[in-house]
């Protein structure tokens, strides 16, 4: 309002009161930390300390135990008092960023992450697991320079902002070992910067106030320079309005005296300037309001610069009391100085004598039983009278300067938005409105209400407000609302919604319903509602049903059901009856909800709990199975040496020979299998393990299947685990068997060599180079092109339940991706599928090695063997005899310990079972070593998850043999053991 607008001067002020404050601030914020070389030398600005000065003799030659030999010199106990002494946070880091020590200054700092030393900084000083980004200990440690950050501090920490500086420790070689950290708590100056801001914005505001004056009155100059009789009526103008304003201002010191005013206030108060510089604000003003407005300079204006708008009453020269309206600034010189108040003063008498005019009509409208309220020109309820409080059910003050009909919850709903619309293009052009609109009560209830909506013009014609009359209509809508909500609740629900009527018929189902059946709601209303579990169930299933519903009981359980596209699922379902008022049955409903999909996850639990009972039995079977392989092996070879090479039996003991390592290689992949051991990836040939795979899946697939193999390139090779790559070829040809089981097929299997290109590598997701592709091919029925992408989804199927957990494809995918290699698919509905499955191909120097005859090494040294089976002790003995070896057995470990001990010296190597009763091999070569540490030990296993090769070796085994071995490799074991042995000595 013009008549508020403060003066050029007054601005002009008020602008370097705030300049003031700015430097005041600036002045305050401190510097930035400047940490320097430890001497007495003057800091440079932004000089960074020479941190190989400050740790030089602290890296030279402190030999502590626990700490590096960097981190304090000779007199360690004058730098720590120093270091302690130091304000700023000084820690020392090694180049891992674990903290070797702290000055009291971080301690106090992070007092709740104590002790600091020995942790990670980034852990102790910020509670993350890894370093900040940025990192300026990290930028320090790469760039062998000194690297500087501001860091917030924890928000337990005293010290809420830090400044931070880095400096690499150098060894003797010039080699980073460390870092030194100076850490400065900048909170202050952080403060003082944000007050800054502040003070800046308001500033900007001022200037901005006082540019917009200076452009008007630039403009009022250009004006009444056009002619010396327009400078003067303008004159006259600007003299007449200052002296007719309306708001009176005047100005106060800290003593409460007027110092100045304009003639709006001599008007107000009755005084002249001259009368009123005599006088204290106080003098005006009644003793009743001196203490609130005391407080109010005290804690509003002393405290922010102004006061929030409040009223009290001036005493008029007269002697008569009026009330006023005021609103009171600080006041400031050039420098900043507090030196006085600013108070701009309006008459509101006539404003009063309206209000208790608008208080009468108020009154007589509150005895109204239509609800009434007065409306702002925005709409905010300015009046409500008694009827609107209880037809709403809310207090006075939750009503008043409200906007409750025209609220955020309506105005989301989009059919409100015209409405709402509506009302405001009739009540603007000046008409009523009349209509219907929705609202809350205080506990949520919603109510309907009949509305009228009337404007009240001025004298100008302009809507000064508007006068609402409504009516309660709730009761009349409140059925058919209720009806809708039900209805659109299930409509949206995921559940299965069917209202049956009381013969049993389906009056209604929801869209959930026909989603998961596929009819629908024309397909299925009228029919039986167990029409999509014909042919599953007998009679008496749906006799049972009906008898326990029509006694007026609910029945609940699990119904397997057929969609209209012939896939099972399974439906857990609650079907209660409908009763009316008189308790009658009228109907029925059922709620159901899939379970196919928990089900199969149940069925897969399952299957990996079967499969971790056949892992258990692997390895039991592994240890039994291979002491038996080891037996029929050594026994078979001892045979084969006493016969000539001519003699058809020692052909027919090879044969033997050859299916016993067949045997032990089939065990080694029974454990793979069920992960009791780990192949690992190693060279293996692509196209041999392909054959081998084949071998085990014919037997398995319907004579009705017709393999065919294509293998262009025996010798191609990959890096992986074989039996990971015979699980992708099985699985793979069971898909391929299940979509010919009907009619039968072709099965075609293929391994080609294959360069790929850019294009074709990104057709399998990986890079361009030569692989080894394996292509599988069936007649099948083909892939629908609706699912063909989310066959390699985990646990998708469309197989019935039962048949399938829908992970076999997934299993593929992530072997063959965990070789590096892709997968892609062709399939036609009804034309069969192909999988195109590539893996990295590597290459061999030397493929085929000539076969050469095995040399097996003896000797003559005494040997100490330990084997609880009679079979496999005795065939050991006599291979190591066979060798040259002196031999002694025992048939315990308590025994075999016994003959030890009698004479430590006697054996020279001592070869132990690690599976045997009272005492496992591993222990009794524990104890073997306790008396002779150096004494060589050979420890053999057919099975075992207690002790490992790594296990064995760490705790002195000189040697470690998996059961079943062959004479070779028994003799190969024995001589590098003895040899090793040797070579210590």
Request: some cysteine.
């Amino acid at each position: 309002m013009a008549d508020q607008r403060k003066t050029k001067a007054q601005l002009l002020e008020e602008l370097n009161q705030l300049r003031s404050i700015v430097a005041k601030l600036q002045s305050s914020a401190g510097q930035p930390i400047v940490p320097g070389k430890f001497s007495t030398a003057p800091h440079r600005k932004h000089q960074a300390p020479d941190s190989h000065n400050v740790c030089e003799k602290a890296a030279s030659d402190h030999g502590a135990q626990h700490q590096p030999q960097w981190l304090f010199p000779p007199d360690e106990k004058m730098f720590e008092t120093v270091f302690n002494a130091v304000q700023d946070g000084i820690s020392l880091l090694d180049a891992d960023l674990t903290i070797r020590w702290v000055n009291d200054a971080m301690r106090h700092w992070y007092a709740a992450s104590l002790p600091l030393e020995g942790k990670k900084c980034f852990q102790a000083y910020h509670h993350a697991d890894q370093p900040c980004n940025p990192c300026p200990t990290l930028r320090c440690l790469q760039t062998g320079t000194m690297a500087s950050e501001v860091v917030p501090g924890l928000p337990d920490s005293p010290a809420k902002w830090l400044e931070l500086y880095s400096y690499p420790i150098h060894d003797s070689s010039g080699a980073i070992v460390g870092v030194v950290e100076f850490v400065r708590d900048i909170t202050t100056r952080k403060l003082a910067e944000i007050a800054l801001q502040k003070a800046n914005a308001e500033l900007s505001a001022r200037e901005e106030e006082l540019t917009a004056l200076n452009e008007e009155l630039t403009a009022s100059l250009q004006q009444l320079k056009a002619s010396e009789e327009s400078l003067r009526e303008s004159e006259e103008r600007y003299r007449h309005f200052y002296q007719e304003v309306r708001d009176g201002c005047c100005a106060i010191d800290l003593q409460g005296k007027f110092t100045e005013c304009n003639p709006a206030f001599e008007r107000i108060t009755g005084y002249t300037i001259d009368e009123l510089q005599h006088m204290s604000y106080e003098d005006l003003t009644p003793a009743q309001w001196h203490e609130m407005e005391r407080r109010i300079l005290r804690e509003q204006v002393a405290v922010q610069g102004y006061s929030s708008l409040y009223e009290k009453e001036y005493r008029h020269k007269d002697g008569h009391i009026f009330p006023i309206e005021l609103q009171a600034y600080i006041r400031r010189d050039r420098d900043g100085n507090h030196i006085g108040y600013w108070a701009f003063v309006r008459d509101i008498t006539e404003r009063r004598k309206s209000e208790e005019e608008r208080n009468r009509l108020l009154t007589a409208i509150a005895q109204s039983h239509d609800a009434i309220a007065i409306m702002s020109p925005t709409g905010v309820i300015e009046y409500a009278n008694p009827a609107i409080l209880s037809l709403l059910d809310r207090p006075f003050s939750e009503i008043m300067y409200k906007n409750p009909l025209f609220s955020s919850q309506n105005l989301v709903k989009e059919q409100n938005k015209k409405m709402i619309a509506d009302i405001w293009q009739t009540l603007n052009a000046g008409e009523a409105w009349y209509g219907t609109v929705q609202e809350h009560k205080k506990d949520g209830t919603s109510i309907d209400l009949e509305l009228s909506i009337t404007p009240v013009k001025n004298i100008t014609g302009r809507s000064i407000c508007f006068i609402l009359i409504g009516r309660d209509i709730t009761e009349r809508k409140k059925m058919q609302q209720q009806l809708e909500r039900f209805a659109a609740a299930i409509e949206h629900a995921a559940e299965t919604v069917m209202i049956m009527a009381a013969d049993g018929t389906i009056q209604y189902v929801n869209p959930a319903t026909q989603r998961l059946t596929g009819f629908t709601k024309a397909e299925v209303v009228g029919k039986n509602p167990f029409f999509t579990t014909q042919g599953i169930y007998s009679s008496d299933f749906y006799r049972s049903v009906w008898e326990t519903l029509r006694s007026g009981s609910v029945w609940q359980g699990q119904m397997t059901n057929i969609s209209k596209d012939g896939k099972r699922y399974e439906l857990e379902a609650v079907i209660s009856p409908i009763r009316d008022s008189n308790g009658g049955i009228t109907g029925y409903i059922s709620i159901g909800r899939d379970i196919t999909r928990e089900l199969a996850l149940e069925q897969q639990l399952r299957q990996s709990q079967k499969m971790e009972a056949i892992g258990t039995l692997a390895g039991g079977i592994a240890h039994d199975f291979n002491n038996i392989l080891s037996a029929i092996i050594g026994y078979t070879e001892l045979a084969c040496e006493q016969l000539p090479e001519s003699e058809q039996l020692r052909h027919n003991l090879l044969q033997v020979l050859k299916a016993a390592d067949r045997a032990k290689n089939l065990v080694q992949q029974i454990l793979a299998f069920s992960r009791k051991s780990q192949m690992g990836h190693q060279p293996i040939p692509f196209a041999a393990t392909i054959t081998d795979a084949l071998k085990l899946l014919r037997p398995t697939l319907p004579s009705t299947i017709e393999i065919h193999t294509h293998i262009t390139d025996s010798d191609a090779a990959i890096r992986g685990d074989a039996t990971q790559i015979q699980q992708v070829l099985i699985n793979l040809c069971t898909n391929a068997a299940h979509a010919m089981q009907e009619t039968g097929g072709t099965l075609t299997i293929a391994v080609n060599p294959v360069s790929l290109d850019l294009d074709q590598a990104a057709l399998y997701n990986v890079g361009c180079g030569d692989y080894v592709m394996l292509e599988v091919t069936d007649t099948g029925t083909g892939i629908s092109p609706d699912i063909i992408d989310r066959i390699f989804d985990p646990f998708f199927t469309t197989k019935e339940v039962g048949k399938g957990s829908g992970m076999g494809l997934a299993v593929v995918h992530g072997i063959v991706k965990s070789h590096g290699g892709g997968i892609r698919v062709e399939s036609q509905t009804g034309n069969g599928t192909s999988f195109f499955a590539v893996f990295p191909r590597i290459y061999h120097t030397d493929p085929h090695e000539p076969v050469q005859e095995v040399f097996i090494p003896g000797g003559n040294e005494s040997v100490l063997i330990v084997d609880d089976e009679d079979d496999l002790r005795t065939v050991s003995l006599h291979m190591l005899e066979s060798l040259g070896y002196r031999v002694v057995a025992a048939r315990t470990s308590i025994e075999a310990l016994s003959l030890f001990l009698q004479d430590p010296e006697r054996f020279d190597l001592v070869i132990t079972d690690q599976t045997m009763p009272g005492m496992t091999g591993y222990e009794l070569a524990k104890k073997i070593l306790e008396v002779r540490p150096s004494m060589p030990i050979i420890l053999c296993t057919g099975y075992s998850e207690t002790v490992s090769e790594d296990k064995a070796r760490a705790c002195g085994i000189t040697g470690f043999i998996f059961k079943p071995f062959n004479r070779a490799e028994l003799g190969a074991t024995v001589r590098t053991a003895l040899d090793k042995s040797t070579c210590r000595h």
